[in-house]
């Protein structure tokens, strides 16, 4: 069993681009190696703690801004979490990184392209824009701002599922596990 340093995974992306797939399948993959870790998906926050919040840029922004306070939480009693997010600026990425620490943090981008988004629209909300039944959507009528230098980008448009989890898994194994830590300062060279 591998002991994990206490990380926060923050992935981000559209709406259908696999944020909660991906954690899902990178925790299995985890669980799998002997590491625990807790989920924190954007919808679910906006169904309990966050239900008072609505769409404005003031309400996404708190709702990032208490996310990450729960992960730091979490990372504190020694667990890796992984959280799912929009997180639709880079202010709010960089709001979630100065909480959470930047040792602390790895931020995923799950890239995919829009038209792969409607069509694979697992919440019906793209329908719903395409409605006029929501008028503020990130990547339609509200901006997204992809991350300028993530720990690393997931293309989800054309990639396997399973393809992809194991990409997110390998870099939290990579970053989070004491062994991998000290084997990279071992391979370091010298200054």
């Not at 009528?141 to 293309?155: F, K, V």
Request: proline share 5%; net charge neutral.
């Amino acid at each position: 069993m591998l002991e994990a340093l206490p990380l926060t995974v923050w992935l981000t992306g559209l709406s259908g681009a696999g944020k909660s797939t991906l954690a899902d399948g990178a925790q299995r993959w985890l669980s799998r190696l002997g590491i625990r870790s807790l989920r924190i998906d954007g919808d679910q926050l906006r169904a309990g703690i966050c239900q008072d919040l609505r769409f404005s840029a003031e309400d996404r922004h708190e709702n990032v801004r208490r996310a990450a306070h729960i992960a730091k939480l979490i990372n504190e009693q020694g667990l890796l979490v992984l959280v799912s997010m929009i997180s639709p600026t880079e202010l709010d990425r960089q709001t979630a990184r100065s909480i959470v620490g930047a040792d602390h943090f790895l931020e995923v981008y799950v890239r995919a392209d829009l038209e792969q988004c409607r069509a694979r629209d697992p919440k019906g909300l793209y329908a719903r824009v395409q409605r006029g039944e929501i008028a503020q959507f990130t990547g339609i009528s509200a901006p997204y701002e992809p991350p300028r230098t993530p720990d690393l980008t997931i293309d989800t448009t054309t990639a396997d599922e399973t393809y992809c989890a194991s990409l997110l898994a390998r870099l939290v194994l990579a970053r989070s596990t004491r062994q991998d830590a000290t084997f990279l300062q071992l391979a370091s060279p010298s200054p």
